[in-house]
């Protein structure tokens, strides 16, 4: 039946796409704000094909159609959406651009919504598909918009203070900074159409977007220290404009267009990552000129000050109690054979309620049970719903927002009774050996992060083995749980970025055996410098902030070495002293049980 619904809306779109004169439309997950999770409303992808992923694009032929995805959700694409519609096709492998010059005739006009994809993405494209003669066409209107009739509406929810205690700094002094860095580039104003880089510059916060607290809104920064904020007058506050005092000026969300129209012979920066084509095209026509920059928001929100260190660590130190208190009811109740995915991620999600202090998860809980454990971002149905059996593998990848704090936690454990067979041990703990690599490393400074992801695969690598992602990501201070500019990663790019002191990034290297099983170990850390006696200039090294066990009777303890060793016992002393004074009774005993040296 659902598939039925997904081929209607597939016609429904073909038929709109020939009213329009349209041979083709691309459907990206995306918003006007590029930003990685959407809102409902941005949801369209999803309502067209049944994927629910965080990355991936649809071309719709009048013929024919495909899904591209990355390494990530090969798996997940192949359960969510129908193979007798959509082609699978893999990125970076092949690219929506590649594909189309393939695929489409000459003539052809390929539409695309320019509020929903950045300028290198159309230039790209476009090029590819001049060379067989056809054309890229920026629609005025979404045409999937056209055909979704229930599709919901944006979100009213008020926009929040986010007190300057926690911020560390507050809005004036960030936007006095920005101001400088305006007039050092020689430029008069900037466009700031990233939600969390807004959420950060004004020292606000939202509930508009499922994961992420963030507000809709676009902004534009001026040279002397105000700005303009585009957000719907339902969600401006009395409390909203207090904080924010006269420096601000309030219009709502749809003068933004207007407002850019306006920006005549001003110099204008504008990032081309952050920023959809529809900006960029908006003060073309106005005559401004385009100064291309990187988001001036983007690295001083990624450096987290003093305040938000100390707040992520008391939002760490909390997230780790409720993540052991499940830990702990998960060897009670697990091995009876009872538990299933979605009871288990419900009971973590209670345990992280029970705190106080849960403002929304960061991410939908990845509760894999067995094979489903294999699919990297997997992500529980009713339908794919599998109990945790007794003499399995599974993993558990999740995180809170708190006001203090984003985190980001996997877990991956034996349901027991009994033990882990030899191979999953050895995976296991080679994963864990490249985890350990990666938290003791030191580096000088001016490292960038693809340079140190070796040492998170090199015990797989010895064994032939290896992962598809990512070793980490960039967190937020209560914004994004994925946040640049930096990561660790095998491949680089232009103008990587650094790792500097402040910034969190994640620890989270993994084995995935298909049709079986998955391994994760994943802990925050925070760049910090480190003191070496006699070294020849500035050395870092990683602060870790997650504090819950890891499954010793998954490890191997033949395959560490001393230094590991030491390692392991250090970190889960440490564990039990940030931890055990928040527990008691069975589940403290439990703890203690956890933490014992190997």
């Known amino acids: 039946m659902l598939m039925n619904t997904h081929e209607s809306r597939l016609g429904a779109l073909r038929k709109e796409l020939k009213s329009r004169g349209l041979e083709g439309f691309v459907v990206p997950i995306s918003d006007e704000h590029m930003s990685e999770y959407v809102g409902s409303y941005a949801q369209r992808l999803a309502w067209l094909t049944g994927f ?19 390494g990530r959700y090969t798996l997940q694409v192949r359960e969510q959406v129908d193979g007798a519609f959509y082609a699978y096709e893999s990125m970076p492998q092949t690219s929506v651009a590649k594909w189309l010059a393939a695929h489409v005739g000459e003539g052809a006009k390929i539409g695309f919504d320019p509020w929903l994809h950045g300028k290198a993405w159309v230039t790209g494209t476009a090029k590819a598909l001049a060379e067989k003669k056809a054309e890229l066409v920026a629609v005025a209107s979404n045409p999937i918009d056209a055909v979704w009739e229930d599709r919901p509406a944006p979100s009213t929810a008020p926009a929040l203070v986010h007190p300057d205690s926690v911020a560390g700094q507050s809005s004036a002094a960030k936007r006095e900074a920005l101001a400088a860095w305006l007039a050092e580039s020689k430029c008069d104003t900037a466009v700031i159409s990233a939600l969390d880089s807004i959420a950060w510059l004004l020292n606000i916060r939202g509930s508009d977007v499922d994961r992420t607290p963030v507000a809709l809104s676009f ?4 040279a002397d220290g105000t700005a303009d904020l585009f957000i719907a007058p339902e969600k401006v506050t009395p409390e909203l404009r207090e904080h924010l005092g006269n420096a601000i000026r309030f219009a709502p ?9 306006e920006l005549k012979d001003k110099t204008v920066a504008v990032d081309p990552d952050r920023s959809v084509q529809a900006i960029f095209s908006a003060l073309k026509d106005a005559g401004a000129e385009v100064a291309e920059h990187r988001d001036p928001c983007v690295l001083p929100k990624a450096i987290k000050n003093e305040a938000e260190q100390a707040g992520h660590r008391a939002a760490q130190a909390r997230d780790g109690a409720a993540m052991v208190r499940f830990l702990q009811w998960l060897s009670l109740e697990a091995p009876k054979g009872s538990i299933d995915e979605i009871a288990a991620q419900e009971q973590l999600h209670q345990f992280r309620r029970d705190t106080g202090l849960l403002r929304d998860l960061s991410f939908d ?21 599998r109990t945790l059996e007794p003499g399995s593998v599974y993993l558990v990848d999740s995180g809170g927002q708190y006001p203090d704090g984003t985190t ?23 994963v864990l050996k490249g985890h350990i690599a990666l938290a003791r490393a030191v580096f ?15 015990a797989l690598w010895q064994a032939g083995l290896d992962y598809a992602h990512g070793t980490g990501h960039g967190v937020g201070s209560f914004l994004s749980v994925h946040e640049g500019p930096h990561r660790i990663a095998k491949s680089t790019a232009p103008n990587e970025q650094e790792l500097l002191p402040g910034m969190i990034v994640s620890n989270e290297p993994g084995y995935y055996k298909t049709g079986l099983y998955g391994i994760r170990i994943e802990n925050l850390v925070l760049v910090e410098p480190r003191e070496i006696e006699g070294a020849e200039g500035a050395f870092l090294g990683f602060e870790t902030l997650t504090h819950v066990p890891i499954d010793r009777t998954l490890v191997e303890p033949g395959l560490l070495d001393r230094d590991e060793l030491i390692w392991w016992n250090t970190y889960h002393a440490r564990v039990l002293e940030i931890v055990g004074p928040q527990l008691d009774g069975q589940r403290l005993a439990w703890l203690k049980a956890q933490c014992a040296p190997i």
């Open 253 to 261: 969300r749809d003068a933004f267009l207007p407002a850019l129209a």
């Open 408 to 430: 980001d936690i996997t877990r991956t454990v034996w349901i027991g009774p009994g033990e882990a067979p030899t191979q999953i041990k050895d995976r296991f703990t080679r």
């Open 365 to 385: 809980t990845i509760s894999g049970a067995g094979p489903n454990g294999a699919v990297v971002h997997y992500r529980v149905s009713e339908d794919t719903n």
């Open 219 to 222: 902004v534009l920064a001026h």
């Open 444 to 458: 000088p400074k001016g490292t960038l992060g693809s340079q140190l992801d070796t040492l998170a695969r090199q």
């Open 52 to 70: 629910g992923g965080s990355a991936g694009t649809v071309v719709v032929l009048a013929d024919e159609a495909a899904i591209f995805v990355d």
